[in-house]
């Protein structure tokens, strides 16, 4: 059997890499991937912790972020298309117009 | 076991992987190698290539393709584990999936009627 | 310390695993073989012509001269590809329909010289979420193929197919859910244990026909094979490939044409279960596959292409809400069984 | 779960259900609405969320939890619930003119709202994560559109789509933290998560998971260090759209807040330390910053920061006057900003866009009434007796003194007197300066209505208190 | 009791206000306003008539139920030492309504309504005895008062309303947290007068003296906390500058003898000669100040804080003489300052110049004026017959009795204070005639008669016959002085 704790350092690594993602890259796309990572992180977890309590809640729970983060995709990604219509890039530097 | 179902996953993509690189290098071994500026063009029915090919890329009706894509794949999702234990769950299982393919219903009605299928505007 | 007989037994089952691995890489590699051959023989015969007839007995080896061919070809990347993808791109289009077969049965178990050997690799209990999920990798070829090669024919066909196989993989998902209502399992086995006495066709009329729709779709064959459409796309995606890496764009074709077959035949035809007649289980399987590969080849020559908005509204706005009324009322209909 | 179970379910969410249905309804009979028609959605909108409120009243009296304890309609529920149906509704009525002028009258602009409004709901009747987790998201979808909803308005994508990416990445932060609670409980339903670790010493990991989840729910409500969307997203978004966000999710996400502090597990933690100081610096952060902006609704962005910061001075307080207080304070708000937003909508009209600060210089002159308008609002945003505001703070103030917290209750103040600073100086451009232009206000009858009606709240709840605190309390306790 | 007398006079300019918005010409405007001030101010006669001047108890009380949950109730009264101020407060409302009758010439609407807003609640605060109640009047004040400066006042008006508002904001807040802390250790009430009975540990009175004691300084103002003021009366309409100086300035002296002296006794005679000194500092440092402005209003500014100054130090003399003497001569400084702005507002009015240097020769060109304006300088400069004497004569006595360097001080003050109001008149009045050689001076007409008259009454009613005052002040300063002392003194 995988030890628990295999799947929460699989799941704090992918946080990691998740956020630092969201944080470093510059690209609208990539953004969007690293958060896709840091969701998927928790579901390891859930999925992970409802197996060890041998509990479906955990799974559940995993189906509902995936779900939901599905439909945020869709708007992240509908949003985009309007901004890129308005100006063509994906640089989100390039994309702030408002400071203060 | 898990493991036993999913080993041999592993084992065919081993395989398929193993042999596509087999491939690949047999015929790297066989094949002529000329490249010239003009063979490396991309392909236009013989003209030269005009314009950005990335220009395509953004054409809205594949994304509100890809958008609805999504909202119906994780309903599917949903459906199937529901399907496996039907029988079990009965009446409340069957009016609560109801309601969520209704909602679903909802939303793919909006989205015709809002002619977000029709490809051609 | 009976620790080693343990282990020679996992040595052993892992030994078998790998040689039916093998064995289907082989089968299916060399499948396609024969249906280009059939293929052509088939359309030549419908228009009166002889097809193949040069290399070997009525064209016999036309398929391994077309195959030398490829594999001795020059392989050419274009100048502003994106060439790590573009590599990529073949191999991702190939594997993902190998790898669906490893959770096909072809039948429960033959004995060979007294060992019960099972006719298939592995027994999932989601083994038909795992169909769809891997056929969906499927799409990341095609679209990597496409972008890489930065060609507009190939940008707009990697878009095409993308769309067209995403928009067609929803109804083929719903109409499967009717068919795991009756099963009440996403086995394969167990579904095609479920029609032992009725086949599924006879319960789900429309989830065959939706799915046996969405299937040629998702196999880019007529009438659906818009993505490659010559006349207005060059070859779609694929324009920039050349030589062994448009070879496994082909094999891969064929494959998921045989999968789809035999997904229908699992799902719908009662799989390895025979009527009247009776024969090997097995042989059953095969033949109802063989038909349906025919079926497949027949349409080609038969219908003409679908225009693209065609496309896409037979799929969302036919087989979409056909298959989510098949889900309601089997649900009803199951409901109105089970009740006293 | 038996069929009677459901049924009762479906009763104790019957406000919901029916706002889902009403939101649905109209998201297909709104592609049948001919122009010049749109006043059909604003009223059958109004009428949705009337219908709403009338079920919640209907249901109002007795404790009903529902869907195997990840729901509950109870009064404390209810207060929120009532919150949310006086921002959803004022939205409706400041709608109407504001989207002609910007061209967004669509029925999926009403439909958004109503789903946000279904969200919010759920989300002050969660009793589970996933609930508060399912509401949440039902808010903040819609809210991302709506953000983005100006589509030719570069100003409004760029809004949304940094709210999108900021607001996942804190789901994701919220979501771990869940997914910790859930691996440390082996549950996820908050009566249950007490329950299972009642007895022994708190557990470090407990805590850091407490800390992930507040910092998601931080984001929601725009506090620090969560806060950075909230200035960009107000200034970007359509103005009414900015005027419900500040008032309905913010009070939405402080319900989850609250629900989550009311349970024992993380009452009995020290995580009220890491809270006091998310409320002093949200608050600091709020009051200097807001001092420096030139665009009114970025002031208000940063106003609604720092009042942010004095809520969660009452969830620091705790305790039954401590949940009271944000909850008065969060009606009182609502009062408040939506006015101040309702004048900033109005102003919107033909090419004066209401958006600077100077665009008001002088309006004192040739709208007096607006302009007094405004000056209660700003004034009732600082706090200032006789109006509301000033009882909100009192309130908080009174819990957190209670409790002991007198520094924090005189670190509150201090920077509420800075937060002063803003508000009296939109006063002064108003009153003190020459105008330098006709002002075109739209004043619609509607707009005149929520005027009247904010400006009641405002001048009322100040005057008379006491009927509103009874409430607060009262429902406070219904928990 | 059936009249609730005091909601009357509260709530008379409060109604007023609400009447005149919606009144269209400036005149009936100006008529209707005049009419309610004095309406109140005849109302508070009518009080002054009926008080008992034998009791330190609060009278004309009246309680009502407002926010039961936090016990806190609409409860009015008031004893001797708040019924002066309630007095003043009217009497110099009439006063501001004709100050302004013409020096308000745009808005006059607004300004009226502010003006009559600012006098109820500056009148709620006289009155109130909830804690709740007062500091919902005394924040209140801010906004109409906030308005006067800022719309009506002059070229720095914006400045200055923004340094008074913040300034005295910041003060308030910490009361209010004091308030509630006093509420949780004072046995969960805001009855003044429950609270008063409380006793308090040191260390809370220590604090709450500090939190209080920040609010009142500012509106005294004290000399650390001073600066808002010169700004704040130099910009100031007149009718803003007489309330400011005639009552505003009032509220926070009224603080330390309401809240500060009797809830917190210990610590108010443990921090007293704190606040003797700060007293005299400020005695001191506003009349150098004072000394060296060529600005009239600047001038009178600067010799109020001075004079604030007497006040403070009379209140934390601790003694008899000094709490009488300070609460006496903070409404002598309410008159006689207030008349000093109005004077001062009179003459900018005809030359549109505050500076010193501008003017001279005044005596030929307005005789009246000169003349009332001698009488008004007398009377800040606290010479025998005027009213300032008596209050200042007991102040010194206090403050020589609590502490001698102190007391030394504040005679010092007094000397300044000499120099610069007769330096003062003597540039303006005598000397060579340059006002009316450059501007055309007319001498004052009726109505600012009137509105100096009603002033010079009480210049000359108190310098000369100080008794009825005394009286009214007398029984509640015996007692406040016993509770400060922690004696119970009888009723």
């Given amino acids: 059997m995988v030890p628990l704790w295999w799947y929460i350092v699989l799941g704090v690594v992918l946080f990691v890499i998740g956020a630092a993602g969201v944080l470093i890259r510059r690209n609208i796309l990539v953004v969007l991937m690293s958060l896709e990572l840091l969701l998927n992180s928790v579901n390891i977890n859930f999925i992970a912790f409802g197996h060890y309590y041998d509990d479906f809640r955990g799974q559940i729970f995993a189906i509902f972020v995936i779900a939901i983060t599905a439909a945020e995709v869709a708007v992240a990604l509908g949003i985009l298309v309007a901004l890129v219509r308005n100006k063509s890039t994906l640089k989100v530097d390039d994309v702030t117009m408002m400071k203060g | 076991m898990t493991a036993m179902e999913f080993l041999p996953v592993l084992v065919m993509v081993a395989g398929v992987v193993l042999v596509a690189g087999a491939t690949l290098f047999v015929s790297s071994l066989l094949r002529p190698s000329n490249p010239y500026p003009e063979k490396n063009m991309p392909y236009e029915c013989g003209m030269d290539a005009a314009g950005e090919a990335a220009a395509g890329r953004f054409r809205v009706p594949f994304f509100i393709l890809a958008i609805l894509l999504v909202v119906f794949d994780v309903e599917t999702m949903f459906l199937f584990p529901w399907a496996v234990v039907l029988k079990d769950i009965g009446l409340v299982g069957y009016v609560e999936m109801f309601v969520f393919i209704l909602l679903l219903l909802v939303g793919f009605a909006y989205a015709w009627l809002k002619g977000a299928l029709e490809w051609e505007q | 310390m009976n620790k080693w007989p343990r282990i020679m037994e996992l040595i052993v089952a892992f030994g078998l695993i790998v040689f039916k691995v093998a064995l289907l890489i082989a089968i299916l590699l060399l499948l396609p073989l024969p249906l280009t051959w059939l293929e052509r023989k088939i359309a030549g015969h419908m228009q009166q012509r002889m097809g193949p007839m040069r290399v070997g007995w009525h064209g016999l080896l036309q398929p391994v001269a077309d195959g030398i061919k490829l594999l001795t070809k020059e392989d050419h990347i274009p100048a502003e590809a994106d060439r790590f993808l573009f590599k990529l791109a073949p191999i991702l289009a190939l594997a993902p329909p190998f790898v669906v077969f490893v959770a096909i049965p072809f039948g429960e178990t033959i004995s060979v010289r007294g060992t019960e050997i099972t006719l298939y690799l592995s027994n999932m209990n ?71 006495d009725v086949w599924n066709i006879v319960y789900q009329p429309v989830g065959f026909f939706v799915f046996f729709v969405a299937g040629l779709a998702e196999a880019q064959r007529i009438p659906f094979d818009l993505a490659e459409a010559e006349g207005d796309l060059g070859a779609g995606f694929h324009t920039e490939y050349s030589g062994i890496r448009f070879a496994f764009f082909m094999v891969s074709e064929y494959v998921i044409v045989l999968l789809v077959s035999v997904l229908l035949v699992i799902l719908f035809f009662g799989g390895w279960n025979g009527i009247l007649v009776p ?19 027949w349409f080609r ?26 889900i309601i009322i089997t649900g009803v209909l199951l409901g109105a069984a089970a009740a006293p | 779960m038996t069929a009677a179970a459901l049924l009762q379910s479906v009763l104790a969410s019957l406000p919901e259900i029916v706002v889902v249905t009403g939101a649905c309804t109209l998201l297909i009979l709104g592609q049948f609405v001919q122009k010049r028609q749109e006043h059909f959605l604003v009223w059958a909108s109004v009428a949705i969320v ?259 910061g004095f809520a969660i001075f009452g969830v620091v307080a705790g305790g039954a006057d401590g949940i009271a207080s944000v909850m008065l304070y969060l009606l009182i708000y609502s009062f408040m900003n939506l006015g101040i937003f309702g004048i900033v909508t109005m102003m919107r009209n033909g090419d004066f866009s209401g958006e600077v600060i100077e665009d008001y210089a002088g309006l004192a002159k040739q709208h007096p009434g607006l302009a007094l308008l405004m000056l209660l609002y700003l004034f009732s945003l600082a706090g200032i007796p006789p109006t509301a505001g000033f009882f909100a703070k009192f309130y908080v103030l009174a819990a957190l003194v209670e409790r002991g917290f007198v520094m924090l209750a005189v670190i509150a103040v201090l920077l509420s007197a800075v937060a002063a600073y803003f508000y009296i100086r939109i006063v002064m451009v108003i009153y003190m300066r020459e105008p330098e232009r006709t002002f075109d206000p739209a004043l619609t009858p509607l707009v005149r209505a929520t005027l009247a009606f904010t400006a009641a709240g405002t001048i009322g709840i100040g005057l008379f208190p006491s009927w509103f605190l009874r409430l607060a309390q009262h429902s406070a306790f219904g928990g | 009791m059936g009249l609730p007398l005091l909601s009357l006079i509260v709530f008379t300019p409060a109604a007023g206000a609400a009447v005149l918005m919606f009144l269209r010409s400036d005149a009936a405007v100006r008529w209707v306003a005049l009419g309610v001030t004095v309406l109140d101010l005849a109302l508070c006669i009518a009080m002054l008539a009926g008080f008992d001047t034998t009791t330190h108890a609060m009278q004309f009380t009246e309680t009502r139920q407002w926010v039961p949950a936090f016990g806190i109730n609409y409860a009015l009264g008031i004893d001797g030492i708040s019924a002066l101020f309630v007095f003043l407060t009217a009497l110099l409302g009439s006063t501001c309504v004709l100050a302004s009758w013409v020096a308000i010439d745009r ?128 910009q100031a309409p007149t009718a803003g500058s007489i309330i400011l100086a005639g009552v505003l300035l009032k509220m926070g002296a009224y603080g330390f003898l309401r809240f500060s002296l009797p809830m917190l006794p210990d610590a108010s005679v443990y921090f007293s000669t704190l606040m003797l000194s700060l007293s005299a500092l400020a005695i001191v440092y506003g009349g150098l100040l004072a000394l060296a402005q060529d600005d009239l209003k600047k001038l009178v500014a600067y010799s109020s804080i001075s004079h604030m100054g007497f006040v403070t130090m009379g209140l934390f003399a601790l003694n008899l003489r000094g709490l009488e003497g300070g609460i006496l001569q903070m409404f002598n400084h309410g008159v006689t300052t207030g008349a000093l702005f ?46 300032s004497f008596v209050g200042e004569l007991l102040v010194l006595s206090g403050g020589f009795s609590a502490n001698l360097a102190v007391g030394a001080a504040a005679v010092l003050g007094a000397l300044l204070g000499a120099a610069y109001l007769l330096g003062m008149y003597g540039k303006v009045a005598l000397g060579p005639a340059s006002v009316s050689a450059r501007f055309k001076i007319r001498d004052v007409n009726a109505r600012e008669i009137a509105a100096i008259l009603s002033l010079t009454v009480f210049v000359l009613w108190v310098g000369l016959y100080p008794k009825p005052f005394l009286n009214i002040i007398d029984a509640s300063a015996k007692h406040l002085l016993a509770q400060v002392h922690g004696e119970e003194s009888g009723p």
């Fill in chain 3, 301 to 326: 020559f038969t219908f003409p292409r679908y225009r693209y908005d065609q496309l896409m509204a037979i799929g969302w706005k036919v087989l979409l809400p056909l298959s989510m009324a098949n």
């Fill in chain 5, 342 to 387: 109005l004077f001062v507002g009179l003459i900018y009015e005809r030359t549109h110049t505050r500076s010193i240097a501008d003017y001279g020769g005044m005596m030929k060109a307005a005789p009246v004026y000169t003349a009332f304006l001698a009488l008004f300088i007398l009377s800040s400069m606290a010479l025998p017959g005027t009213n």
């Fill in chain 4, 50 to 308: 009337l219908i709403a409120a009338l079920a919640t009243l209907m249901l109002a009296g007795e404790v009903r939890p529902a869907y195997t304890g990840m729901f509950v309609a109870d009064r404390f529920a209810v207060f929120f619930k009532f919150v949310f149906y006086l921002a959803t509704v004022l939205t409706f009525l400041l709608s109407r003119k504001y989207a002609d002028i910007e061209g967004i009258g669509s029925s999926e602009y009403y439909v958004l709202l109503l789903f946000a409004l279904s969200g919010m709901m759920i989300m002050a009747s969660a009793t589970d994560l996933m609930s508060i987790y399912v509401g949440l998201e039902l808010v903040v979808l819609c809210t991302y559109v709506l953000t983005g909803f100006l589509r030719r308005e570069r100003r409004s994508n760029e809004a949304a789509l940094k709210y999108v990416i900021l607001g996942a990445v804190s789901t994701g932060i919220f979501l771990y933290g869940v997914s910790l609670v859930y691996g440390l409980t082996g549950t996820t339903q908050l009566d249950a998560m007490a329950a299972a670790v009642t007895g022994g010493p708190l557990d470090p990991g407990l805590l850091l998971a407490v800390v992930f989840i507040v910092a998601g729910l931080v984001f929601k409500v725009g506090a620090v260090p969560f806060h950075m969307w909230v200035p960009d997203v107000y200034e970007g978004a359509p103005t009414t759209i900015t005027a419900f966000m500040s008032v309905g999710p913010k009070a939405a996400g402080f319900a989850v807040i609250l629900r989550v502090f009311l349970n024992p597990l993380v009452a009995a933690s020290d995580v009220w330390i890491i809270v006091a100081v998310i409320a002093v610096v949200t608050m600091a952060l709020g009051s200097f910053v807001a001092l420096v902006q030139d665009n009114f609704k970025r002031l208000l962005a940063y106003s609604s920061i720092a009042h942010a």
């Fill in chain 5, 107 to 234: 808005k006059v609407k607004e300004f009226m309504v502010s003006l009559l807003a600012m006098e109820a609640l500056m009148l709620g605060v006289f009155c109130a005895l909830d804690l709740f109640l007062f500091y919902v009047f005394w924040e209140a004040m801010l906004i109409p008062m906030y308005l006067i400066i800022g719309v009506w006042g002059g070229d720095g008006r914006v400045y200055a309303a923004f340094k008074f508002f913040l300034y005295t904001l910041a003060g308030s807040v910490l009361f209010l947290v004091g308030i509630i802390v006093l509420y949780f250790n004072g046995g969960e009430t805001f009855d003044i007068l429950a609270l008063t009975a409380q006793d308090l540990p040191f260390g809370v009175q220590s604090w709450l003296f500090f939190a209080f004691l920040v609010a009142f300084a500012v509106k005294v103002p004290m000399v650390p906390v001073h600066t808002w003021l010169p700004h704040a009366h130099v």
């Fill in chain 3, 279 to 297: 024969m090997p289980p097995l042989l059953w399987f095969l033949l109802k596959v063989a038909f349906f590969v025919y079926l497949f080849i």
């Fill in chain 3, 126 to 196: 989601v083994a038909l979420l795992f169909v769809f999920a891997v056929i969906g990798i499927e799409v990341f070829g095609v679209i990597f193929g496409g972008w890489a090669a930065n060609s507009k024919y190939a940008v707009l066909g990697s878009l095409r197919t993308c769309a067209q196989m995403i928009s067609y993989e929803i109804p083929m998902g719903f109409a499967v859910i009717g068919v795991v209502m009756l099963a009440q399992s996403m086995s394969l086995l167990d579904i095609v244990r479920a029609q032992t």
